[in-house]
Structure formats: structure tokens, C-alpha cells
């Protein structure tokens, strides 16, 4: 695809995935002998790699050494998935295309998700498109919040929700689409007002409808392709899928 780059967020530790004579930054832990960002990176494949920067931190040279021929930016503290795109921004400043945004955790989620976010970026015209989807994998997701004519009006992070906004069951999976300039733009404006204390990249589609973006949704079925891999159970999860 053309005037796309894509940010993969793996600076991550991975403290509840932690076992004994491992030490490796969590998108380095291994899945049926493969690192975790592996499967990610392939099914990015569609793109040149030169348009893949990695953002990466915990005991980073693993992945760097990895995937060498691929660009890296260094988040040295974990504040947040907004502050991990800050760390990028040089990687962004003079570009004027779209930025995909996903995670080095997430090695379910397939290229045909990835290309069908991008395509109903590019088709629709819009400033951000969030990918949101169904599944019936109990994860702790944000959800997506609606207007009465059905469009986005924000995101709440399942620890910020409300009782009746839990029971919503199309999910914001974290990945997106960006104008790239139309992202820069808005990170100046996130805070850390949340249970958190952290940059929430949540708040950044907000951020651009405040100011009169178009926000888009890509709604899909996406069953285990949402797993992202926390424990050492999801990381046994994971595998199952990728044996079948």
C-alpha cells in the first residue's frame, strides 16, 4: 500500500508473563519457537520495511539485534501507549501519509484485518479510523462509545467504565489508522487523568472529533485475533491457535 507506515508498540516488560530464566522484553517471548513480533512483522509483510518503526524499550537489544534491517524509536520509560507514540515522532514530523498503529504483543491479528483497516481509512477520507470488533474472549478492552445516529463519539478504558458501558460488546482493540499530521497534532493535547496516570492513545480520537477530524470504525468479527499475549496463559493461548 502506498503513503502507509506502520508503528508497532514493543517496549513493554511483560511483568505478569514473567517465568524463571527468562529475560526478554515481552514482544521477544517465544511462540512455537517464534518471537512474538515475528508473526506481527509477517503479517505487515504488505509493507516496505523501511515504513515499519518498532518503538522499543526493556532490554530493547534483543529486538534491535533481531530485526536489524527494520527502524526503531526508544521509549526508555513506560508512561503510557500515548507517550510511546511520542517517542516516534521524529520517525513522523516531515510525513504526510497514514501511520497504522498496533502492538508487538497481538501475533493473531492478520493482514487481511490490517489491509481492511487501511482500505476503509483511505475509502472513507477519515482522519483516524479506530478498528473495533466482537469476540467472545474475555479480555479487558475499551469500549466503544456510540452516538444515537451510530457514530463514534469516544472511548473508555475498561477500568474507567461505568457498569452499563462494560455490558457494550464492540470493543476498541487498540490498533488504528492515522492521518500522521492529524495524530502529531493532538498528542500535545493528551494529559494523564485517568486511573492510570498514563498517556491513554485512547484519547486521541477524541482529541481530533474536538477539533473537527472525521473519525472512522472498521467493525469486524475478530474472535482470537485480539489476543494479546500478558500471562503466561495467554502465551500458551496463543500458541494453541497458531498450532491449529
Do not use: W
Request: aromatic fraction near 6%.
Amino acid at each position: 500500500m502506498e503513503n502507509l507506515k506502520a508503528l508497532i508498540l514493543a517496549a513493554g516488560k511483560g511483568t505478569r508473563l514473567a517465568t524463571e530464566g527468562i529475560d526478554l522484553p515481552k514482544a521477544m517471548r517465544v511462540a512455537l519457537g517464534k518471537p512474538l513480533i515475528g508473526y506481527v512483522l509477517d503479517e505487515l509483510a504488505f509493507l516496505d520495511k523501511k515504513d515499519i518503526i518498532m518503538v522499543v524499550g526493556f532490554k530493547r537489544e534483543s529486538i534491535v539485534k533481531t530485526f536489524s534491517e527494520y527502524n526503531f524509536a526508544i521509549q526508555e520509560e513506560q508512561l503510557g501507549t500515548g507517550h510511546a507514540v511520542m517517542c516516534a515522532q521524529d520517525y513522523l514530523k516531515d510525513y504526510d501519509g497514514d501511520v497504522i498503529i498496533c502492538y508487538g504483543d497481538m501475533p493473531l491479528l492478520s493482514r487481511a484485518t490490517y489491509t481492511a483497516l487501511a482500505e476503509t481509512h483511505k475509502a472513507e477520507g477519515n482522519d483516524c479510523t479506530i478498528l473495533t470488533g466482537t469476540t467472545d474472549e474475555d479480555l479487558p478492552y475499551g469500549r466503544i462509545i456510540r452516538d444515537e445516529n451510530d457514530q463514534f463519539v469516544h472511548v473508555v478504558e475498561e477500568r474507567d467504565c461505568t457498569p452499563e458501558q462494560k455490558a457494550i460488546r464492540e470493543l476498541n482493540i487498540g490498533v488504528y489508522v492515522y492521518k500522521a499530521q492529524k495524530l502529531l497534532a493532538s498528542l500535545g493535547e493528551l494529559n494523564t487523568n485517568n486511573a492510570q496516570n498514563e498517556y491513554y492513545l485512547t484519547d486521541v480520537p477524541s482529541i481530533i472529533r474536538s477539533h473537527g477530524g472525521k473519525i472512522g470504525l472498521c467493525k469486524r468479527t475478530l474472535g482470537a485475533e485480539v489476543i494479546g499475549v500478558n500471562t503466561v496463559q495467554q502465551l500458551e493461548q496463543v500458541e494453541n491457535y497458531l498450532r491449529k
